[in-house]
Nanobody, 119 residues
């Protein structure tokens, strides 16, 4: 099993920046990819960005392309989400999750970290 723990969420003003971290522990060698998701009040959880664990390949939701950057530090088993030019609509609980293969679903969800974009 892989355990994932998010951190870094806080209140930030519109136009500001924030970096989230997702620390992986346990059977990290079984990871194929790690993704960031978010869920705003009253809305369904949505994919934000993903990165493959052993290959330099990333994917982004259209709503965050050009503003968010996902990266990983394999030596520290950590995935980061750098968020720039934040908007009020980015307000949500952000989760990270892992998947073990290209055909598997994301699982091993973390507890989430709250990001609030407001003046």
């Amino acid at each position: 099993q892989v355990q994932l723990t998010e951190s870094g969420g806080r209140l930030v003003q519109p136009g500001g920046s924030l970096s989230l971290s997702c620390a992986a522990s346990g059977r990290t060698f079984s990871l194929y990819a790690v993704g960031w998701f978010r869920q705003a009040p009253g809305k369904e959880r949505e994919f934000v960005a993903g990165i493959m664990w052993n290959v330099e390949r990333t994917k982004y939701a259209d709503s965050v392309k050009g503003r968010f950057t996902i990266s990983r530090d394999n030596a520290r088993n950590t995935v980061h989400l750098q968020m720039n030019s934040l908007k009020s609509e980015d307000t949500a609980v952000y989760f990270c999750a892992g998947k073990a293969g290209p055909a598997t679903e994301y699982g091993s969800w973390g507890q989430g970290t709250q990001v609030t974009v407001s003046s």
